[in-house]
């Protein structure tokens, strides 16, 4: 039987079973507390009772912690996961237990970082919760009785748009790149333009993979996880060539992201395009097009899988649609 007592102007109840870790709450009506005590039998005797001590004495900081040391850490891209998961911990939210995050608190920090971040971004930091959540249960063995976040919406988000750089955008880019005192930042723009290579490629890229006389290069463990080998252009190759070589191999020698991120910001501002690197792939593949390669070669060279990612690369302008209909 449970033992129900006065303590402090409240009911508390205090359930003992053997095998089962002492089971105790306070409610401030006696009524609500012999109801709580009846349900908690109930369910003990039917091998139902799942005790969520440990969801009310953990808070979401710590169990994001333990998701981004132990799991987020193997996969690709672990650094944004980590800024992402550093952030979050600094929000009131994750000083609350897990167990006590509710599908309106989480609304209501939905509807504060919407007002500061891309609806993209508020979902991913709400599926970096989610992730968390799962961990905590099939991982930590921890019991909780609701996920939160399997009953919020995620934001709508506005239809992708990439931007092109023109040629004369390009020129500029690269005139202020030579002034930069990341001497290979030239070069890298060259290979997002010429050849669609994505920033982690470029950062992975070695000397030894690359081929001088056939201007080819492998792409080593690349973002979908397989080696990819592109063509490279006369421009980039004959660069590169000038470039001081490293002790480690690497032809883009950046141990930090971050590091790149800020002489690119550097060029940006410095020359008032404010396009992202990323558009520099959108260039390769509408350029490309237009020069008349093919879907196949266009998936070849950039290592896109789906036919519907490589549509949203590829912006065909009305001008060049008129010129083709009137040849």
Same mark, same amino acid.
């Given at each position: 039987? $449970?033992?129900? +007592? ?9 359930? +003992? ?10 409610? /401030?009506?006696?009524? &609500? ?12 005797? !039917? ?21 981004? &040391? ?30 006590? *995050? ?8 939905? &509807? ?13 930091? *709400? ?36 931007? *092109?750089?023109?040629? $004369?955008?390009?020129? /500029? ?28 490629? /470029? ?36 660069? /590169?060539?000038?470039?001081? +070589? ?32 990323? &558009? ?19 998936? $070849? ?21 008129? !010129?083709?209909?009137?040849?």
């Amino acid at each position: 039987m $449970a033992t129900i +007592r006065k303590k402090r102007n409240k009911w508390q109840v205090l359930i +003992r079973k053997r095998n089962i870790k002492a089971i105790s709450k306070t409610f /401030i009506l006696k009524e &609500d507390a012999l109801r709580w005590a009846r349900e908690v039998e109930v369910n003990i005797e !039917k091998g139902l009772y799942q005790d969520n001590s440990s969801a009310r004495s953990i808070t979401l900081k710590r169990i994001l912690e333990e998701y981004r &040391d132990k799991v987020s850490i193997n996969n690709k891209g672990h650094y944004i996961d980590r800024y992402k998961i550093n952030k979050l911990c600094k929000d009131p939210l994750a000083q609350l237990t897990i167990a006590n *995050i509710s599908p309106l608190k989480l609304s209501e920090f939905i &509807d504060k970082f919407k007002k500061k971040f891309h609806p993209s971004t508020v979902n991913k930091y *709400i599926s970096l919760i989610s992730l968390s959540y799962k961990y905590a249960e099939k991982i930590l063995g921890i019991y909780i009785p609701s996920n939160p976040t399997k009953f919020i919406t995620r934001l709508k988000v506005p239809p992708f748009k990439g931007k *092109i750089i023109t040629t $004369a955008e390009e020129l /500029i880019w690269l005139k202020y790149a030579e002034q930069s005192k990341l001497y290979w930042l030239k070069v890298a723009i060259m290979l997002g333009i010429d050849c669609g290579v994505r920033r982690g490629e /470029i950062l992975k890229l070695k000397y030894a993979d690359i081929n001088f006389n056939e201007n080819t290069a492998l792409l080593r463990d690349t973002k979908n996880g397989t080696n990819r080998e592109i063509g490279l252009s006369k421009r980039v190759i004959e660069y /590169i060539k000038k470039l001081p +070589r490293t002790t480690d191999g690497l032809v883009f020698p950046c141990k930090r992201y971050d590091t790149f991120t800020f002489y690119f910001r550097q060029l940006q501002k410095r020359s008032g395009i404010f396009k992202r690197f990323h &558009d520099t792939r959108h260039t390769f593949a509408s350029r490309r097009t237009t020069e008349g390669w093919s879907v196949t070669e266009l998936a $070849a060279q950039g290592g896109w899988l789906q036919l519907q990612i490589l549509k949203r690369y590829t912006h065909i302008s009305s001008v060049y649609l008129a !010129k083709k209909i009137n040849e």
